[in-house]
């Protein structure tokens, strides 16, 4: 394994997350099943170290339903590669992740 | 924008104000963003909830569950952006670094110490001299006047009374003039009859100056005049010795010169050490008169003049008019005036004397210093980074920036300096007490120098500027291959041309230092061995004033006759006699005059021959052991009816009869006004008077007999002990007459000494710093050549497994380090020979370029820096070649 980052296994699983395609925070916790005081952290380590990037959702959505913007994640090609290893390391990972974005409105997970 | 359901706001509103009141946390310059995302999140949620039906209570409070978590996410943002903003972990990290290697760290610090307090002393000293405001009104408008002749136009002379009283009518410049004329007093109040220093000044000198008197008054115009009553102003010191400081000792009186004085003013404290760099100061100031026949003396000065700049004036109009002035004089007065002209010194650098050059001097030697302790200590870093360079790579290769390791190393550097600047400033107040009181007497600011709040603040930008130097140079090294570090695992060939370059750099500087400081030793030492003309040695003198008393030139014959067969008569004497112009006395009567040789063309004005008239007694010369050049000394029966006769000094004989004997030949002068013709009876040998390294004069002495005068110096030469024969010498001018005063008395052989001390002070100083600079240099190859070696441990095995044996691997430690000690010499030499002629005004009859000075200074440094070689030479021979090859 490759000594660059301390990844642990709710890094992982953020990481998975995105990976799967789910990009605002909220959609992460409901995803993991994290709460939020630890998602967030992890989601700004991330940014740090260069695997997510982070952008603001479309002005136009946001308004369309009359909201503000949402900030918007996405996996990097490195933050892929750290995924990688990180499946290797911890293989329940494919099951503690939702496959795919849930659609608006239902129930969310226990935070 | 929709603010929700109505039908619960309040959870909402709750968790707004949740993210909002955490946002208070995060740092402002990401606060609004980050509110921004938490605040989209939350209406996000809520609206989705709204859309699918009842949202139940649980919902809700999730949503506010969600927010408490927005807390350790500020928290987290902002424990980062302390640690990336702040030092303090860096700092902490440093703290943790330093202390697990004592030994570096207390050679770093103690050479940064030297390098900073010797800095920061020297540069206190130079505040003082250049930048701390003088304790007078506007300083920086007054002047000091002087006369200059065009044949010597470095030298600065006093004024003649006729000068300066044509400046004061003539020049528009000056809101005040005035002319300080030295004058000391009999004071007969107290238990001896002794000699009050002081100065009679003209009118408005206490406004030239800026500084009225602490209490009383200075002098009223009427006071100026024949007739004005007798005041006197007191200074500070003498009020507190006389008075105790009593302010009710104004308008008391003393008795000076057998005549009472009314005390009119106490000048304050600081108006004392500034003017007239006579030790001790000076006591008494009294009105000046200015009498006829002053307005008509221009060919003797000595009068010392102040002026302050009217307002709007610049100095240079001021010196341009004074230009004018010369112009017109030279005109009016062609015999005296042909090749005469005044010059304006700024107040500032009058006081400054000739200190600010050894200063500036000091100041280059101390910035060196610290150029080989920055070298030092860059070279430790360097051997230390060599050391960590698997710490910086796991660093690096575990995403810390470049940024951020370059940052680590200064932090550390940081704290170095910060430490050693605490020991710095310690060690000037320390260094600064040494100079001090190894100063000359006459360099009388000095003393006022302190460390205060600007020097302080100086000592921590040098800090500062030190540490960022220092943490760059090794970070940036490493930081650029840190990726080799990690590969190569051993480091062997970084730094290497940077260490090479360090160790020319430290020789190269010292052996600037030791050139410098070679060339002062060696410049001394022809000094000392200038002969002056006489013999010092158990010759001791006393200085009377005797006109006041012996009002005619029969009771002035009689006093002095008496007194010195009374000397002569002393146990112990072996000879006595008295001079007019003493050599090497603090307080001398210097008179020249035009000569002309009878019997010669008359020579065009401004191309005359100036020579010193001097008067002496008989016993003089062989009580100063002169040597006689040529025909006869004066004697006792060149008496007052006797022809008039002359004895000239050897320089004088040289100018004017080079390839001939002057004895016979007839000579003219002025003396008092008229002119005196003498007859040439011999030729005494050069007499050095200011100091050992000014020329010897151009000097006519005449017998007292013939030319009596009030003005004397006895010496006397003793066979033993001197210090008793002080006090006799003392009592005999009582014997003769109780009220005499007597003053400067003392050992001729000190007056000598004491003439050079500002030359032993910049000779003491530049060699201690040369000293410390040859430690340092020999400290620093020596680290950087172990620390070198102690890399090579492998290649050193290896070589010695192939068959190379312990001489072998000896030579090729100490070629290398040869050929960087040579390198830095090489290097070194350039720059002494550039630098050095900052020295030559300094130097006595040595050239900056001097070869045999550079020689033994390059022998010694290359000889220190190859012995500093050799302790890690010897070490590499003892490698044992399996250990080594097992290394890594």
Redesign the interface.
Known sequence: MS???NLTYSTALVLQALSRGFH???DI?DATGL???????IL?RLD??GLLKSTW?KQAI?QR???????YYEITAAGEAMLADAIERYRVLDQAVARTPRP?????SR? | MRQGSGRSPLALTLTLALVRLFSAVVPRVSRADWRAEWEAEVRYRWTSLNAGQHPDWRTRMDLVRRALGALPDAAWIRRQFTADADLVHDLKHGIRMLAKAPSFTLSAVFILSIGIGGTVAIVALLDTLFFRPLPYYQSDRIVTIWQRQAAQPTEREDVAPADFLDWRDRARSFSSIAAMIPYSRDYTGGSEPEVLFGAQVTEGFFDAIGMPPLIGRAFLPEEHVTGGRRVVVISHAFWQSRFAGDPGAVNRTISMDDEIWTIVGVLPKAFEPQLLLRPGGLSVWTPKVIQDHEKRIRASAWWNVVARLAPGVTMEQAQAEMNTISAALAREYPRTHESRSAVLVPMREHLMGGVSLPLLLMLAAVVLILGIGCANVASLLLARGMERSREFAVRAALGAGRFRLVRQLVAESLLLSLIAAVGGVGLAYWTLGVIVSLAPAGLLRLQESTIDGRIILFAASLTAAIAVAFGLIPALQFSKRTNDLLRERQADGIGGTLRRGLVVSEVAIALVLLVGAGLLVRSFGRLLAVDPGFNPTNVVMAQVFASDRQVTPDRLRNFFNATIDRMRALPGAEAAGAVSAMPFALSNINIRSNLEIVGRPAVKPGEQRVAYVTIATPGYFTAMAIPLREGRFIEGRDSETAPRVVVISDALRRLEWPNETPVGRRIRVQWQGKPVEAEVIGVVAQIRHESLDTAARAEVFFPFAQMPFGSMTYVVRGSGDTTSLIDSVKRQVWSVDSMQSVYDTGSVERLVRASLVRQRFSMTMLSAFALVALILCASGIYGIISFTTAQRTREIGLRMALGADGPTIRRMVLREGSIVIALGLLFGLVAALAGSRFLQKLLFEVRPGDPLTIAVVCVLLGAVGVAACYVPARRATRVDPLVALRVD
């Open positions: 000594p660059r980052l605002f925070g909220f916790m709460p939020s005081g630890t998602v967030y952290p700004r740090r170290e959702e946001a339903e009359q909201r503000p913007p949402r900030r608006r409105g239902l129930k969310p935070a």
